[in-house]
Every structure is written in structure tokens, then in C-alpha cells.
């Protein structure tokens, strides 16, 4: 079958540099913010959160952005690894309202040569 | 501890045939849900359930029923496939309405309809 990787936008870095993967949002009330990692045939993993209120948040080696002027969110990702290599999707939520409204975006690969 | 389980891995059914795709989780959570993922695109959601006995409809629920008898198990039906339903389908479990931080997903089942 075809490869969900397929189509998408890729980001090839180099073992050791840091990467940048961006996302753009579509609902200005959107308050809650997640990004997910998947590798190949497995399922999303939870890599980092953030809320509204909050302009940055960082995890281990992971930094996520948000500016909502612009309706931006990026994932920084520190002295990328060969394991890092993955699609990452961020995923948007409105307030409490649940499963109903978490929007997932189309994704990017990330590819790092060692 | 097993997380969330999917079975089977894969499956290839004729146009018409009817099949449920397993879902089970080991964790407690209130909360499951099924998406499927097609090539180039993020994940949608088809149904989810917020509890034993309670389901409702996500973005893509046309030919798919779900059913929640138990907290552990949330069952999706394909009543009579059809080519467009050949994807990638995940199940996911949390313990939050927000399908953040506490959201896992399985390793997916993915359907090919002839």
C-alpha cells in the first residue's frame, strides 16, 4: 500500500543539527496544541503539548512555539538523531470540547542523515 | 501492560464483505476513539466514545458503526466495504476528553478493499 509518508513535505537534516517543522493552523479559537510523531507502520506517539496561554513550552530536546497572531505553531527539535526521523503532525483543540473538534494537520517527514 | 491493541495488522477484503476491526486497552481510559489516516493527509476521526455505552460521530462516520459494551473494548464495523475505505486505521485511548498528553494510540490495522 501506499506509504502515508507519500506527498508530504520533507525536511532532510543532518545528524547533529536542529531542526525546525512548522505548522499552520486554521482556527483562531483553537487553545490547546499537540504535536505527534509517527514512525513508519507504527502508530502517533505524543511528543509535546502547549495551551494558549503559553508562548513556548520545552521538553527534552523538543521546544514547541506557538505565535497566535499569525497562527503558527512550530516544533524545534535539538541535535537531531537518526531516530528523530519520523512524519510529525501537529494537532489542534478547542477548550473542552473533546475528541470532536482535534483537528490533525497533513503532516511533514523529517529525514536525518547520520 | 499492554497499551492499546489492535488486531488484525492487516487485511485485504473484497467490496461488499462486512468486518470488525478490534480495539482493546489495558488502561482504564474513559475515553477511545478510531481515525484513519490515507496517504498524504492527517488523521480523521470516524467515531469516538467517552465512555461504556456512550458514542458519537467524528468527521468521517459514513459506513463505519461503533459500539462500547465495555471500557476495555471499542469495535469498529464495516458494514459493507467499499474501495474508498482502504486506509490505515488507528485506534487511540485517553484519559482526557482532550486526546493530549494522555492520548495513545495502537499500532494500526490497515485495510485494503479490492
Known amino acids: 500500500g501506499e506509504s502515508v509518508g507519500l506527498h508530504l513535505p520533507t525536511l532532510s537534516v543532518q545528524e547533529g543539527d536542529n531542526s525546525i517543522i512548522n505548522c499552520a493552523y486554521s482556527?483562531?479559537?483553537?487553545?490547546?496544541f499537540i504535536w505527534y510523531k509517527q514512525e513508519s507502520g507504527k502508530g502517533p506517539q505524543f511528543i509535546i503539548d502547549?495551551?494558549?496561554?503559553?508562548d513556548k513550552r520545552q521538553g527534552q530536546r523538543v521546544t514547541v512555539l506557538l505565535n497566535k497572531t499569525v497562527k503558527h505553531l512550530s516544533l524545534q527539535i535539538a541535535a537531531t538523531q537518526p531516530g528523530d526521523s519520523a512524519v510529525y503532525f501537529c494537532a489542534e483543540n478547542i477548550g473542552d470540547s473533546g475528541y470532536s473538534t482535534l483537528t490533525f494537520g497533513k503532516g511533514t517527514m523529517l529525514l536525518v542523515s547520520p | 501492560n499492554a497499551g492499546v491493541t489492535q488486531t488484525p495488522k492487516f487485511q485485504v477484503l473484497k467490496t461488499g464483505q462486512s468486518m470488525t476491526l478490534q480495539c482493546a486497552q489495558d488502561?482504564?481510559?474513559?475515553?477511545m476513539s478510531w481515525y484513519r489516516q490515507d496517504p498524504g493527509m492527517g488523521l480523521r476521526l470516524i467515531h469516538y466514545s467517552v465512555g461504556a455505552g456512550i458514542t458519537d460521530q467524528g468527521e468521517v462516520p459514513n459506513g463505519y458503526n461503533v459500539s462500547r459494551s465495555t471500557t476495555e473494548d471499542f469495535p469498529l464495523r464495516l458494514l459493507s466495504a467499499a474501495p474508498s475505505q482502504t486506509s490505515v486505521y488507528f485506534c487511540?485511548?485517553?484519559?482526557?476528553?482532550?486526546?493530549?498528553?494522555?492520548?495513545?494510540f495502537g499500532q494500526g490495522t490497515r485495510l485494503t478493499v479490492v
Open positions: 482556527n483562531s479559537a483553537s487553545d490547546y
Open positions: 487511540a485511548s485517553s484519559y482526557s476528553i482532550r486526546g493530549g498528553t494522555e492520548a495513545f
Open positions: 502547549i495551551r494558549s496561554n503559553m
Open positions: 488502561m482504564n481510559h474513559e475515553y
